[in-house]
């Protein structure tokens, strides 16, 4: 945790609104049913489900 108390810039918030921008894009286009799906697919074969 001391690199979070020791950053002045806090550069790690830069990385947190590109990936809100990137998932929000996604969303706009449609993407979002696509990719959750896909990670439901993963997991239930990964549990052994599907």
Do not use: T
Not at 12 to 37: K, N, P, S, T
Request: glycine fraction near 12%; charge should be positive.
């Amino acid at each position: 945790m001391g690199f979070w108390k020791s950053s002045r810039k806090p550069i790690w918030l830069l990385g947190l609104f590109a990936g809100i921008l990137f998932v929000c894009l996604g969303a706009a286009e449609d993407q979002f049913a696509v990719i959750w799906q896909k990670a439901v697919m993963i997991c239930m074969e990964c549990i052994g489900i599907g």
